[in-house]
């Protein structure tokens, strides 16, 4: 699997920008750069906004699978036996 570091990273550093530079030219903060390059997942207009300026078409699955969450198991109510 991809991580999104990866992929984030080497597609910033492909066009030769810093990631100050690189916030700047899709409108978000340094830091939101640091996070989503550093594998926290963020709002996904945001994370959409920083694919749609490297040109990536990834689902965000592809690059979070953590983020999906599997659904919870329901508890058995006390005294009732599976």
Same mark, same amino acid.
């Given at each position: 699997m991809t991580s999104a570091r990866f992929v984030l990273v080497n597609a910033r550093r492909?066009? /030769?920008l810093t990631q100050a530079q690189a916030a700047k030219l899709i409108g978000v903060s340094k830091r939101t750069i640091e996070r989503l390059e550093g594998g926290e997942t963020g709002?996904? =207009? =945001?994370?959409?906004?920083? &694919? !749609?300026?490297? /040109? &990536?078409?990834?689902?965000?699955? !592809?690059?979070?699978p953590e983020a999906l969450l599997a659904p919870e198991e329901e508890d058995e109510p006390e005294g009732v036996a599976a």
């Open positions: 492909e066009r /030769g709002r996904p =207009t =945001t994370l959409r906004r920083v &694919l !749609d300026f490297y /040109g &990536l078409r990834l689902r965000i699955a !592809d690059l979070w």
